[in-house]
């Protein structure tokens, strides 16, 4: 009997992947049911209530706004609509900052009595005991905790992916698909079994639409150099926008180089938004692609993605969106954005490097020439031709990545215990409060307004270089990305080459944030960083 693709990523009764409350690692108990619309208390303004130690002269920040910057979260059950500003947020009488219990000696975050309370068909979140589910999270870096504020380049990665990836190797380690004994079809339970917790987490409608990949890179030059050189002919056009990747840029100009079409490309405004109506006038006859990001990796911003997908269809475009920076923040569905292509990262989402997936449409796919070749992905081969498999097999020739395809699998997994929704509407709390407290740093400019953001925070600081600030911050063990972030042309929109990013995830704290602003502070008054 061949292996059930059907069989869970984990074995009965291995204790970190049992689907239920109080297990080894988990912080917060299994729940299948999405969760529901969550009422938020207002975070205080930044720096109320909040006692610095040795910090000098500076005792607070002046001139803070009293009113929370508005933030739509695309795809919630907030109850707003698309163009409606912000959450709708209850004040309450008491400040709701989130305490970070002794983690950091820059800043007091807030009181553990008043952290507001997440309800929904998940258990409460808290992002304390989110924490501590991530071994790293515990490290210190220059004798001082460290904050991971690096999240855009890479996620950590939670106790349950690093006890999944031990199991597989201690008691699964096999080839999948063909050998005829118990470790095959164990491998291979594992190995499908992940294809469909992909398959889940993105709403798609077949198993057979995902294709295992290294990556987001790897999947958006499967597209570009199979179907594309397949489908696309001198003449057309390919679009795409400002806020691209490099990724999302230089296999399409291949592309384009290789065949004579035309790069096409669509404008922002000054807060890092895409002009739509400029984006409508780039589409027509000739437009065989478009290919776009949901969140910008540069600056954050949350596209329309469903709106420019409707716009592309209609003049016969087919869609590729690149999903390495919202899959950890925002609730994705394939059948809702109804896009021809989903391509992700799972480093990006709290699974291993080196392995990503790609969603595409079933008959898209099986019409699509092989991306490689060799085993696994043919039907019958013979000197004269050979005959392939249909999706997803005809695209994951040879032996694949299968122990950290399981790993990404568990990633998702921890992913849906707690609740995209729930990590979504934190951070959105988290990404308002970040943005009040960079706004009281003295020659702060951020780099990248749009009302729609997540988990990115774009940021120069005048006279100093990037270079300068995040050394400076790395000194106070804060980890942030400094430089292009290979995304060279987003950032010389706004006349830069360069930019310091922090930018959060779901274990990120209110006290983090404190850390940050208060460095910065001490960093531009010319101060001891600690």
Not at 14 to 34: D, L, R, T, V, W
Request: charged residues 20%; negative net charge.
């Amino acid at each position: 009997m061949p292996p059930s693709a059907a069989a869970g990523p984990g074995p009965a009764g291995f204790a970190p992947f049992a689907a239920q409350a109080g297990g080894s690692h988990y912080a917060i108990p299994y729940a299948g049911a999405a969760a529901q619309a969550m009422n938020l208390p207002e975070p205080p303004a930044f720096g109320t209530d909040i006692p610095f130690a040795d910090t000098g002269p500076f005792t607070g920040f002046p001139g803070v706004p009293s009113v929370l910057p508005s933030y739509e979260i695309p795809g919630s059950n907030s109850g707003t609509s698309a163009g409606t500003g912000a959450l709708p947020i209850p004040r309450t009488g008491e400040p709701s900052f989130y305490f970070l219990e002794g983690a950091t000696p820059f800043g007091s975050g807030a009181r553990a009595s008043a952290m507001p309370g997440f309800t929904g068909a998940h258990p409460p979140f808290d992002a304390n005991a989110v924490r501590r589910d991530f071994p790293i999270l515990g490290e210190r870096v220059n004798g001082r905790p460290l904050i991971w504020l690096d999240n855009a380049a890479t996620t950590q990665k939670p106790q349950s992916v690093i006890d999944r990836l031990t199991y597989f190797y201690q008691h699964e380690n096999s080839n999948i698909h063909r050998a005829a004994h118990e470790l095959a079809a164990r491998a291979t339970d594992a190995y499908e079994g992940a294809r469909e917790t992909v398959r889940r987490f993105l709403n798609a409608p077949s198993a057979d639409e995902i294709v295992f990949l290294r990556g987001t890179t790897e999947a958006i030059n499967l597209v570009a150099h199979s179907w594309g050189r397949q489908n696309v002919r001198e003449g057309d056009e390919i679009v795409i926008t400002w806020l691209e990747h490099h990724a999302n840029i230089v296999p399409w100009q291949q592309l384009c180089n290789a065949v004579g079409a035309k790069l096409r490309v669509a404008p922002v405004d000054d807060d890092g938004q895409i002009l739509l109506d400029e984006y409508q006038k780039l589409l027509g006859s000739r437009t065989k692609v478009v290919s776009l990001s949901q969140v910008s990796n540069a600056l954050g911003t949350v596209t329309p993605a469903r709106e420019m997908i409707e716009m592309a269809h209609r003049v016969g475009a087919r869609v590729l969106v690149d999903g390495a920076q919202s899959v950890s923040h925002m609730r994705v569905d394939m059948q809702q954005l109804d896009c021809d292509w989903f391509v992700f990262s799972g480093h990006k989402v709290f699974g291993p490097t080196g392995i990503g997936a790609l969603y595409g449409k079933r008959d898209l796919l099986n019409s699509t020439p092989p991306w490689q070749g060799g085993g696994n992905m043919i039907q019958n081969v013979t000197f004269e031709k050979t005959e392939y498999h249909e999706a997803p097999a005809r695209f994951e020739a040879g032996t694949g990545n299968i122990a950290d395809a399981v790993g990404l699998g568990a990633a998702l997994e921890y992913v849906e215990r707690i609740g995209i929704d729930n990590i979504n509407r934190y951070e959105h709390e988290l990404m308002a409060y970040a943005t009040r407290g960079l706004s009281t740093v003295p020659g702060l400019r951020l780099i990248g307004t749009a009302k729609d953001k997540a988990g990115v925070l774009s940021l120069a600081l005048k006279g100093f270089t990037t270079e300068e600030v995040g050394s400076g911050l790395n000194e106070a063990g804060i980890a942030v990305r400094a430089g292009h972030h290979c995304a060279q042309p987003i950032l010389r929109r706004f006349g830069l080459e360069t930019t310091v990013r922090p930018s959060l995830a779901m274990y990120n704290t209110f006290a983090d944030v404190d850390a940050l602003v208060t460095a910065l502070h001490r960093l531009r008054g010319g101060r001891n960083i600690f």
